[in-house]
């Protein structure tokens, strides 16, 4: 075993991308390539490694410097990831500047690395964001080409990917995600994104640029992969999500209508460009009957890990029933995972929607195909609940006053949602108040399993989703349960299904 994988296979499960958590790795080098750096006794190198413990296996990205000497920078000293045979230190490459140079010199100059098994292509969109917070071309004044050089830190909190947050003395600040976990095929965190921002759309930060990659993959026939490793965009240093500030909305009973009715209008305006973007297709029987079938099985799941569930089964399926039955719209792109954690209000340009890989835990492919937008409207409901939810955990006293918050919020969004395009969402009552209901019962497996003491939030939703049923508001849009309630909200930000 080549040994910078050993030392990596010691590592890794100490790493928050890890996703074989309760096993020991056993890795498998698939490929690697190296990129070029002026830094001398330094050696940057991108390995990529199947974990073949897991089940399925999965492959790592695990870009890495090597150095013949000890680095002497805390934030490297930090990440190192092991000493080598030949008496060499390995680190983790988003920690060194050897790495963060050479990605982003990759990316902006467009170049080809490749050595065993594997290579990689910088593309760089041409899209830098001006002072007006619009897009252009490369060319066009005020904006230029970022430098292939730039002081770099790690974004903290990120569970599933790496991203690196570089700050050029000019133009703008850039965000750069580097994909932990490699799947065959095109990321719609990048193809989604630059389609956007290169049609004009206000609602995404300007592209950068990205990185693709191929490597050996015997299931392929052509015995190749292709997929991409890292995708770099606008950063936008000290804006808060939205669930921040919806939370500190709740909690001091400031009324969030104005911003949610904005942000309705943001996510139909970007269904809209994604509707015209991508291919659309009718809604098939083995659609619906797939869509169906995973509100089923995940019901069956809750049922059997939350018993306090089993006396609303029927009722639940009976909606299932209910929205299988009635009409489907087109299935388009989508977000794909969207709640308040995902979109930010950015002074004079507006809400703008962040990180389209779609939901973690659904294979690529999947997230890759055309779906329905009520998935992504149904997700923003839960959320505003759950601000709601955790306000009235936090200060029960303030629970009514929560509910209230959050009814208005629901409506609020709707509103905007329909404003925007004019689509009438009456017909699909039934189909988004499904959708409400299956993420709240995602949410009651998740409580019960991460923290039991949250469990009450989404048992309470349920209940409360089945008795007030798909209601039509006054611009004729729908939203199941959206009559102020108690305290019991479900949760967005556990991971969803």
Same mark, same amino acid.
């Given at each position: 075993m080549d040994s910078a994988v050993a030392a990596i296979?010691?590592?890794?499960?100490r790493q928050r991308w890890f996703g074989g958590k309760g096993h020991a790795p056993v890795l498998r080098l698939i490929g690697e390539f190296e990129l070029p750096t002026v830094e001398?006794?330094?050696?940057?190198?991108?390995?990529?490694?199947?974990?073949?413990?897991?089940?399925?296996?999965?492959?790592?990205?695990?870009?890495?410097v090597e150095r013949a000497e000890r680095a002497h920078s805390p934030a490297a000293s930090d990440h190192l990831i092991g000493r080598l045979p030949d008496g060499g230190f390995l680190y983790d490459g988003p920690h060194d500047r050897a790495y963060t140079d050479a990605l982003l010199a990759l990316i902006v100059g467009e170049h080809k690395a490749g050595s065993k098994g594997a290579d990689a292509s910088g593309h760089y969109s041409g899209a830098e964001s001006t002072d007006a917070g619009t897009t252009a071309d490369p060319g066009a004044a005020g904006t230029a080409r970022p430098p292939a050089s730039a002081p770099a830190t790690v974004l903290g909190g990120e569970q599933s990917n790496t991203s690196i947050i570089y700050r050029p003395a000019e133009p703008a600040p850039i965000i750069c995600k580097v994909f932990r976990q490699l799947h065959h095929g095109d990321n719609p965190d990048v193809t989604l994104q630059t389609a956007l921002a290169a049609s004009g759309s206000p609602h995404v930060p300007a592209s950068v640029g990205d990185v693709s990659g191929e490597w050996d993959d015997v299931g392929q026939p052509t015995g190749r992969?292709?997929?991409?490793?890292?995708?770099?965009?606008?950063?936008?240093?000290?804006?808060?999500?939205?669930?921040?500030?919806?939370?500190?909305?709740?909690?001091?009973?400031?009324?969030?209508?104005?911003? =949610?009715? +904005?942000?309705?209008? #943001?996510?139909?305006?970007?269904?809209? !460009?994604?509707?015209? /973007?991508f291919p659309r297709e009718q809604p098939s029987l083995d659609v619906i009957e797939s869509t169906a079938g995973a509100w089923r099985r995940r019901l069956g799941i809750a049922v059997a890990e939350v018993p306090?569930?089993?006396s609303h089964r029927p009722a639940i399926e009976a909606f299932y029933a209910r929205a299988r039955s009635g009409p489907w719209p087109e299935l388009q792109r989508i977000h794909g995972?969207?709640?308040?954690?995902?979109?930010?209000?950015?002074?004079?340009?507006?809400?703008?929607?962040?990180?389209?890989?779609?939901e973690p835990l659904r294979p690529m492919r999947e997230r890759r195909r055309p779906d329905l937008p009520a998935r992504d409207v149904a997700g923003m409901l839960r959320s505003f609940d759950y601000v709601a939810g955790s306000t009235a955990l936090a200060q029960p006293e303030r629970a009514a006053d929560a509910a209230?918050? =959050?009814? +208005?919020?629901?409506? #609020?969004?709707?509103?905007?949602?329909? !404003?925007?395009?004019? /689509?009438d969402l009456t017909p699909y009552a039934d189909l988004l108040a499904a959708f409400e209901?299956?993420?709240?019962?995602?949410?009651?497996?998740?409580?019960?399993?991460?923290?039991?003491?949250?469990?009450?939030?989404?048992?309470?939703?349920?209940?409360?989703?089945?008795e007030s049923g798909p209601l039509i508001t006054s611009h004729g849009t729908i939203a199941a349960g959206a009559?102020?309630?108690?305290?019991?909200?479900?949760?967005?930000?556990?991971?969803?299904?």
């Amino acid at each position: 075993m080549d040994s910078a994988v050993a030392a990596i296979a010691e590592w890794m499960p100490r790493q928050r991308w890890f996703g074989g958590k309760g096993h020991a790795p056993v890795l498998r080098l698939i490929g690697e390539f190296e990129l070029p750096t002026v830094e001398e006794g330094a050696r940057v190198r991108t390995l990529l490694v199947m974990d073949d413990a897991s089940e399925p296996p999965i492959l790592y990205q695990v870009p890495v410097v090597e150095r013949a000497e000890r680095a002497h920078s805390p934030a490297a000293s930090d990440h190192l990831i092991g000493r080598l045979p030949d008496g060499g230190f390995l680190y983790d490459g988003p920690h060194d500047r050897a790495y963060t140079d050479a990605l982003l010199a990759l990316i902006v100059g467009e170049h080809k690395a490749g050595s065993k098994g594997a290579d990689a292509s910088g593309h760089y969109s041409g899209a830098e964001s001006t002072d007006a917070g619009t897009t252009a071309d490369p060319g066009a004044a005020g904006t230029a080409r970022p430098p292939a050089s730039a002081p770099a830190t790690v974004l903290g909190g990120e569970q599933s990917n790496t991203s690196i947050i570089y700050r050029p003395a000019e133009p703008a600040p850039i965000i750069c995600k580097v994909f932990r976990q490699l799947h065959h095929g095109d990321n719609p965190d990048v193809t989604l994104q630059t389609a956007l921002a290169a049609s004009g759309s206000p609602h995404v930060p300007a592209s950068v640029g990205d990185v693709s990659g191929e490597w050996d993959d015997v299931g392929q026939p052509t015995g190749r992969a292709r997929g991409h490793l890292a995708f770099a965009q606008e950063f936008l240093p000290g804006v808060e999500d939205a669930w921040r500030v919806a939370l500190l909305a709740a909690a001091s009973g400031t009324s969030f209508a104005e911003e =949610a009715m +904005a942000l309705g209008a #943001a996510v139909s305006e970007v269904h809209r !460009s994604l509707g015209a /973007l991508f291919p659309r297709e009718q809604p098939s029987l083995d659609v619906i009957e797939s869509t169906a079938g995973a509100w089923r099985r995940r019901l069956g799941i809750a049922v059997a890990e939350v018993p306090e569930l089993e006396s609303h089964r029927p009722a639940i399926e009976a909606f299932y029933a209910r929205a299988r039955s009635g009409p489907w719209p087109e299935l388009q792109r989508i977000h794909g995972d969207l709640h308040l954690g995902q979109v930010i209000l950015v002074p004079g340009r507006g809400w703008m929607l962040l990180d389209f890989e779609g939901e973690p835990l659904r294979p690529m492919r999947e997230r890759r195909r055309p779906d329905l937008p009520a998935r992504d409207v149904a997700g923003m409901l839960r959320s505003f609940d759950y601000v709601a939810g955790s306000t009235a955990l936090a200060q029960p006293e303030r629970a009514a006053d929560a509910a209230t918050w =959050a009814t +208005a919020a629901r409506q #609020a969004f709707l509103d905007g949602y329909v !404003s925007a395009t004019g /689509l009438d969402l009456t017909p699909y009552a039934d189909l988004l108040a499904a959708f409400e209901l299956d993420k709240a019962v995602y949410e009651a497996i998740y409580e019960t399993r991460n923290r039991p003491s949250w469990a009450t939030i989404p048992l309470g939703a349920i209940v409360h989703l089945l008795e007030s049923g798909p209601l039509i508001t006054s611009h004729g849009t729908i939203a199941a349960g959206a009559r102020a309630r108690g305290p019991a909200r479900t949760s967005s930000e556990a991971p969803t299904p």
